[in-house]
């Protein structure tokens, strides 16, 4: 399927100069969301994925269909003070200033095999932060999923060694 | 299945006398959020859904794999400035203040079935905003999915007449 006609492009968002890749016409066709979640879940289907981790938001648009088709649990990676219980933290760089990410400290037990999705890997910061903040969880980062790359940015060289996968290349 | 064993009661969350319905429990249990998807399915699966809908952020979680399940589409509700192309918005009120919800104008053709999903229905504010947010799309508002309702708040009677589901109710 040519996922990249169901993606839209509109420039000057969220700022002049920046081309933005709308997803929402991606989402609103049913053959192109079900394609996604299909290919997503013949990845990572042999990998025997415990828990499939989605980052707040449009991370988590990938993240429970994927760990319903996976059998697997589902894990929001969240902006600070929206998870209720224990967390760990890890802040991150942005062009201006800093954020931050939050998860559960017992999201997971020790030892699980954990898959990160989101919907776009730009220069890799927010997915960098989520692979150090899951340190301290003592589990395993079996790979990333992303629905779209945004090669030229380089984002892929800050992640830590494991499978990354990509379904559409810009 | 007993949905409230894996829902965790967290108390003073956000503030100080709110008991806080935590359902990150519920989604890291690969049954539990199994459940929630496939009793989703089967209430809606006679219903001829075009789009579900759903609403920032925890909507999202539901809303995609529903999507995925009724060979639907799936559009996102979220507050304002995310979304990159021309938009209806709808305010409402919140406890202090006031918030603001959008949708693509171009989201869904006119007569198309339509279904609202999110995590909890409250005091009703966000799910009647988003009732009227989807107003100038002339389609049919089929129903509501609700994982969670606290039904003393009485949200249920700020919605418009139409099929609400609710799974757990507190």
């Known amino acids: 399927m040519d996922l990249k006609s169901l993606i839209r492009d509109i420039p000057d968002f969220p700022k002049s100069g920046i081309l933005f890749r709308d997803i929402t016409t991606l989402l609103q066709n049913p053959e192109g969301l079900r394609y996604v979640i299909d290919r997503f879940t013949e990845i990572f289907a042999e990998q025997s994925i415990d828990y499939v981790l989605g980052i707040e938001s449009r991370g988590f648009l990938f993240g429970t269909p994927l760990a319903y ?3 697997a649990g589902f894990v929001p990676v969240r ?4 998870l209720p219980g224990a967390v760990h933290g890890q802040d991150y760089e942005l062009e201006y200033g800093t954020d931050r990410l939050e998860i559960h400290q017992d999201a997971c037990p020790q030892g699980s095999r ?23 969880l003592a589990c395993t980062l079996v790979g990333f999923g992303f629905l779209v790359e945004l090669s030229g940015l380089a984002g892929r060289q800050k992640l830590p060694e494991c499978d990354i996968n990509v379904l559409v290349e810009y």
Do not use: M, Q
């Open 79 to 82: 902006k600070p003070g929206k």
């Open 69 to 71: 088709n996976l059998g």
């Open 114 to 136: 954990l898959l990160i999705v989101d919907d776009l890997l730009a220069t890799g910061g927010t997915a960098a932060a989520t692979a150090k903040l899951i340190e301290p």
